[in-house]
């Protein structure tokens, strides 16, 4: 019963930074996606004649 409560109380401590990483993890993924979905649309944009800056 002994090794129950240390593994518990492991899995508390580290909770905090796993449950971190995975939001660093998952807002990476979306920032990723949101890059090339707005490079994607510029580039159509640019190569069909329309020019935004310039």
């Known amino acids: 019963m002994n090794v129950i409560n240390d593994t ?6 580290h909770m905090p930074l796993l449950l971190g990483l995975l ?3 998952l807002a990476g ?6 890059f090339w979905t707005v490079f994607g649309m510029y ?3 640019h190569y069909s004649g329309i020019h935004l800056f310039g």
């Open 8 to 13: 518990r109380g492991t899995l508390e401590k």
């Open 29 to 34: 993924k979306a920032l990723k996606k949101m």
């Open 43 to 45: 580039m159509a944009l």
């Open 23 to 25: 939001v660093a993890l």
